[in-house]
Nanobody
Framework: QVQLVESGGGLVQAGGSLRLSCAAS????????MGWFRQAPGKGREFVAA????????YYADSVKGRFTIARVNAKNTVYLQMNSLKPEDTAVYYC??????????????????WGQGTQVTVSS
């Protein structure tokens, strides 16, 4: 089992920045690819970003490319999502997720095995 705990959400004005953290425990963190997803009110959960086990490879949804950065520090068992130039449409609950290492970075929910409880991000206009 892998336990994931997100933190760092909050209320921010449009154009501002937030950094989300996801702390992992339970298994060897570097054996897992990590992803961030989000779910806005009344909408389905959507892919945001993913990073491979080493941090060398990343992939982003078009909606956040150039504004968000995913990174991980394996020594700290933590993955981060740096969010800049935030927009009201970024308002959502953000979830981190883990799947056992593979050579492909997946973007679908079903591809991930473990999930955190989520952290709320609200961007005011």
């Amino acid at each position: 089992q892998v336990q994931l705990v997100e933190s760092g959400g909050g209320l921010v004005q449009a154009g501002g920045s937030l950094r989300l953290s996801c702390a992992a425990s339970g298994r060897t963190f570097s054996n897992y690819n990590m992803g961030w997803f989000r779910q806005a009110p009344g909408k389905g959960r959507e892919f945001v970003a993913a990073v491979n086990w080493s941090g060398a490879n990343t992939y982003y949804a078009d909606s956040v490319k150039g504004r968000f950065t995913i990174a991980r520090v394996n020594a700290k068992n933590t993955v981060y999502l740096q969010m800049n130039s935030l927009k009201p449409e970024d308002t959502a609950v953000y979830y981190c997720a883990a799947r056992l290492y593979s050579g492909v970075l997946y973007t679908t929910q079903a591809s991930y095995d473990y999930w955190g409880q989520g952290t709320q991000v609200t961007v005011s206009s």
